[in-house]
């Protein structure tokens, strides 16, 4: 079945250390997405690709980083500059064009960092 | 201002319709969205809407689109304990491939 894997589920940092969330996706969509949600608020959005070795910051980029080499992968690594990194992350995908069914998000089922 | 908003709880008992809202302030949406995420999950679409549409129904669920107050809900016919869950709206606009979310609605569904 098509769908989206985020791995892993659980994840914790040392201080000053990098870390890396995968995202694979086999939906064939050109679109991907990386959000931040903290409990009791939205989604707020990192950073987005919308074609392979092209992404663009979105609103709360500080302190992290995003690499789009094939188009079914969309990796994003925490850096040590996030100073407040604790919280649940969540990747999507989407098709891009014009579309007659608006080209909703599709998501995987995130992961949760922590700071040890 | 970009904000999309949403109250932030909502209580019904099993059986029971529910109504979650949603206003937005772009008038220039092309689609809305509803997501339903449970506990320590993703968000699961539900149903969208295109601008142009004042209404859609879904089996239980029933979209309300009214433009000029810039105002979506959510009905929820014959609610059961399992659509307890987080509930966001989320539109997107002319132009932009990427959403943007309202803060969710926990809907709390007691037997």
């Known amino acids: 079945d098509g769908g989206i894997t985020q791995s892993p589920k659980y994840l914790f940092r040392k201080e000053g250390q990098n870390v890396t969330l995968s995202c694979e996706q086999n939906?064939?969509?050109?679109?991907m997405y990386w959000y931040r949600q903290d409990p009791g608020q939205g989604l707020r959005l990192i950073y987005y690709?919308?074609?392979?070795?092209?992404?663009q910051k979105g609103d709360i980029a500080e302190g992290y980083s995003v690499s789009r080499e094939k188009k079914e992968s969309f990796p994003l690594t925490v850096t040590s500059a996030q100073k407040n990194p604790t919280a649940f992350y969540l990747c999507?995908?989407?098709?891009?064009?014009?579309?007659?069914?608006?080209?909703?998000?599709?998501f995987g089922d995130g992961t949760r960092l922590s700071i040890l | 201002g970009e904000d999309v908003e949403q109250s932030l709880f909502l209580s019904v008992r099993e059986g029971d319709s529910s109504v979650i809202n949603c206003t937005y302030t772009?008038?220039?949406?092309?689609?809305l969205y509803w997501y339903k995420q449970e506990p320590g999950a993703g968000l699961q679409l539900l149903t969208y809407?295109?601008?142009?549409?004042d209404m859609k129904q879904d089996q239980r669920l029933t979209v309300l689109l009214n433009k000029k107050d810039k105002h979506l809900s959510l009905r929820i016919a014959d609610t059961q304990t399992g659509d307890s869950a987080i509930y966001f709206c989320?539109?997107?606009?002319?132009?932009?491939?990427?959403?943007?979310f309202g803060t969710g609605t926990r809907l709390l569904v007691s037997p």
């Open positions: 999507a995908s989407s098709a891009t064009g014009t579309g007659g069914f608006g080209q909703p998000q599709h």
């Open positions: 939906l064939n969509h050109d679109a």
């Open positions: 690709s919308q074609i392979v070795n092209d992404f």
């Open positions: 772009d008038s220039s949406s092309t689609y």
């Open positions: 809407i295109f601008s142009n549409m």
């Open positions: 989320a539109e997107r606009r002319t132009g932009f491939q990427k959403l943007v």
